[in-house]
């Protein structure tokens, strides 16, 4: 079974630091990853995508792919209290799938 | 760009009825969508993936009799959860891929919350 781990947290980060969340997949074949943000109560929004090894900066995020470790990150660059929520990583795995496999997600909170 | 929204947000309904639940991509086509299940403190799981104009694609273990999908057109998907049972109470997402569009990113509805009593 295709899988994507997450460690759950909660992940604790003081305000103005920077947070950072890990992902792992088990799936070989699978070409694109997604980080995705979900406040309580709401469906996930998108933050970034990633289909290449190495470093994609968006803004104040930052997500790295590393395909041979099978690992994707998001870094949080100067974490704000509006950045508390669930973050979910999401892959979309080889073999002609369409639909993403998702982790359970890692809560994150900023500390004011 | 790129919404999805999904009606209704909430509804509450009595055990052995049947809901259907529309999504809609409002301000692009969509030529796959896709269904999700979200249980509380659980992650979504895909459900099913919908094509215009075929059958929808199940994932192992939802039942495509119960769980009814249609996607007439390239705006509209509908979900249809028949005979429903207090197990079937979830958080149901659709979200939508923008044809031709750059990636394979996939575009959320806000969702819709499902009460079997």
């Known amino acids: 079974q295709k899988e994507v781990e997450q460690n759950s947290g909660p992940l604790s980060v003081p305000e103005g630091a920077i947070a950072s969340l890990n992902c792992t997949y088990s799936?070989?074949?699978?070409?694109?990853f997604f980080w995705y943000r979900q406040y309580s109560g709401k469906s996930p929004e998108l933050i970034m995508s990633?289909?290449?090894?190495g470093d994609k900066e968006d803004g104040r995020f930052t997500a790295q792919l590393n395909k041979a470790s099978q690992y994707v990150s998001l870094l949080i660059r100067d974490s704000q209290p509006s950045d508390s929520a669930t973050y979910l990583c999401a892959v979309r795995p080889g073999g002609g799938a369409d639909g993403l496999t998702f982790g359970k997600g890692t809560h994150l909170i900023i500390q004011p | 760009g790129a919404v999805v929204s999904q009606h209704p947000s909430w509804v509450i309904c009595k055990s052995g009825t049947s809901v259907k639940i529309e999504c809609r991509s409002l301000?692009?086509?969509?030529?796959?969508m896709f269904w999700y299940r979200q249980f509380p403190k659980q992650s979504l799981m895909l459900m099913a993936t919908s094509n215009e104009g075929s059958k929808a694609t199940y994932e192992q273990g939802v039942e495509k009799d119960k769980f009814l999908i249609n996607h007439a057109s390239l705006t509209l998907s509908t979900l249809t959860v028949t005979s429903a049972h207090p197990e079937d109470s979830s958080f149901y997402i659709c979200?939508?891929?923008?044809?031709?569009?750059?990636?394979?990113?996939?575009?959320f509805g806000p969702g819709t919350r499902l009460l079997v009593l």
């Open positions: 979200s939508a891929r923008v044809a031709g569009g750059p990636g394979e990113t996939q575009y």
């Open positions: 301000d692009f086509q969509a030529t796959t």
């Open positions: 799936d070989r074949g699978s070409q694109s």
């Open positions: 990633i289909y290449s090894n």
